[in-house]
């Protein structure tokens, strides 16, 4: 439905398009072309007014489309407010380093480390 009614508002905004164009301006635009002749099949005032009732007919036809598809794109979405939605609650994450080693079983007293000599002379 919505693809057929763009399409129909697409050939009303050409055939809208094409109608204006063709109208006769006061610097002659590109309604120079036609000749008021007696041959003509309409006379020029003739073709004035159909241009202009065309206009009328196809500015019209181009709003309720507008309207309508304007419509179509809001259907189904209801007004929210910020207040009707909660943000989700999570649990914390769990820690990610482990956990502390349990200590030896045996019970002896450590010893403190042996100072050994450096290698290299501190002073001369």
Known sequence: ????????????????IGVVLLQ???GGGLGVGSSGGMGSFMSVRGT????TRMTAILAGLFMVTSLALAL???HGNKPRSLFDTTAPVTAPAAPTTPAPAAPPTNQTPATPPQ??????PLSK
């Open 1 to 16: 439905m919505d693809t057929v009614l763009l399409v129909i508002h697409l050939f009303l905004a050409m055939a809208l």
């Open 24 to 26: 006769r301006s006061e």
């Open 48 to 51: 004035a007014n159909l241009l």
């Open 72 to 74: 179509l794109a809001g």
């Open 115 to 120: 100072q050994q000599a450096p290698s290299v």
